[in-house]
C-alpha cells in the first residue's frame, strides 16, 4: 500500500539553532532565522548556507534546554483553535511555540560570562564547585564564555562581575558572514 505521509519516528524533544542579526554587531536591522535540530551538523551547514546566500553578519547559537514536542504541540493546537487565521504559518508558529518557556524538556542555567580574564575565570569556577554546581559544557564565546549548568545556588557566583545567569537562553555557536566570509 502507497502512503503519501513521511515516516518520522515520534521524538520526545528536540532542540532549536537561531541565528540572529544584531544592531550591535553593524547590521541595520535585527533578525532572527529559527531551526529545528534533526541532525546538528547537517542542519548547522544548512543555515550557514542560507546566512552566507542573505548576507551580513551572524551569530548562531543553540537552546541551551531541549524543547518538549507534546508540551509544544499542545500549545500549537490552542493557539490556532483560537486565532484560525494563523493557519498560513504552521511552520513558524511550531518553531514559535517550541521557544515558550513552559516547554522546555530539559532544565540547565546559562552562565553567560563576559571575560577572559583567567584569574575571574577560576574564580567563578571555584564558586560553582563550592556550591554544587555542575557543569555541563563549557563554551567559548566572542566575548568571554557561555558555561551551561545544572541549578544551584547562584547567588555567590552572581556577585561575580560580567557573570549573568539565563535559566533558559541559547549558547553561542559560531558567527557567520563579515570578517568570517
Known sequence: MMTNHEARP????????L????????????????????DFELDLTILEAKLKVI???????KTVNSRDTEKA????????????EFAGCV????????????????????????????DEISELELRIAHYN????????TPNGWHYIV????????LELKN?????????FVKKVGGENV
Open 91 to 118: 511552520d513558524s508558529l511550531w518553531r514559535t511555540a517550541l521557544l515558550q518557556p513552559e516547554n522546555i524538556y530539559t532544565n540547565w542555567w546559562l552562565l553567560d560570562i563576559d571575560t577572559q580574564n583567567e
Open 73 to 84: 504541540r499542545k500549545w500549537l493546537l490552542k493557539k490556532l483553535i483560537d486565532n484560525p
Open 163 to 171: 557573570v549573568t545567569l539565563i535559566r533558559d537562553g541559547y549558547s
Open 55 to 61: 548576507g551580513g553578519k551572524w551569530r548562531i547559537h
Open 19 to 38: 541565528a540572529f542579526s544584531r544592531k550591535k554587531d553593524g547590521e541595520t536591522n535585527k533578525k532572527c532565522i529559527r531551526t529545528i535540530v534533526r
Open 10 to 17: 515520534k521524538v520526545e524533544s528536540v532542540d532549536l539553532l
Open 133 to 140: 554546581g555542575i557543569i555541563k559544557e563549557k563554551i567559548k
Open 150 to 157: 545544572c541549578p544551584f545556588d547562584t547567588r555567590q557566583v
